[in-house]
């Protein structure tokens, strides 16, 4: 599930062309008519759909939530794949998929939570930044850590460069992560 231009997606269905996923990715969800997220999942030839999020700006009502869930399980999801999916995940989906949500966010968790962390990061002067997959739990980017990847902070990166940076990291280490949990999946 994304909100937004879905590189991470792209990053994870060209691994799944690869063969080198372990797992198939079958549905893809957003809460973004226009997300370019779908484009890309039609372009891939998986099906998308938009589930209209209700009046709140940070979670989905529950009604909405119960769709995805209805979505998800009309299409055998053994687990969820948050790619820039920008609403706090809730119940219903937490009860439906417990364990088995994953996230993955743009810094070295638990360092700086919440929105544009590598704009906080830049602001905090660290040396070094990153991305974290993460499993999802009630909380914000609060879950157990599966995996991280660390790239450098250099003297003239702008918020963009440095964005740019733990995007190119996220590539790599999201694909590598959803093998690595659908792998532990099978094997229980
Ligand atoms: C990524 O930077 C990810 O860390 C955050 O949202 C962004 C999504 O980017 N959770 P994209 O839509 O995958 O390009």
């Not at 590189?7 to 690869?18: G, K």
């Not at 079958?26 to 809460?31: E, K």
């Not at 226009?34 to 529950?62: Q, W």
């Not at 999802?136 to 790239?151: F, S």
Request: glycine fraction near 8%; aromatic fraction near 6%.
């Amino acid at each position: 599930m994304g909100s937004g231009k879905g590189s991470n997606f792209r990053a994870l269905a060209e691994a799944h062309s690869l063969g080198t996923l372990g797992c198939e990715p079958v549905i893809v969800l957003s809460d973004v008519e226009n997300a370019g997220i779908l484009d890309l999942a039609k372009s891939f030839g998986i099906p998308g759909h938009f589930v209209s999020p209700g009046p709140f700006r940070t979670k989905m009502s529950p009604e909405a939530e119960a769709e995805l869930v209805r979505l998800l399980r009309k299409a055998d999801v053994d687990f969820l794949v948050l790619a820039g999916f920008m609403r706090v995940i809730k119940e219903p989906l937490l009860q439906a998929f417990p364990g088995r949500i994953l996230n993955i966010h743009p810094s070295l968790l638990p360092d700086f939570r919440g929105l544009e962390a590598w704009r906080q990061a830049l602001d905090a002067s660290v040396p070094e930044a990153g991305c974290t997959v993460h499993l999802v739990d009630a909380g914000v980017d609060t879950g157990e850590i599966l995996g991280q990847r660390r790239v450098p902070v250099l003297p003239d990166d702008t918020a963009e460069s440095l964005h740019e940076r733990i995007q190119m990291a996220e590539h790599e280490l999201y694909p590598q992560m959803v093998r690595e949990f659908a792998e532990h999946l099978q094997q229980r």
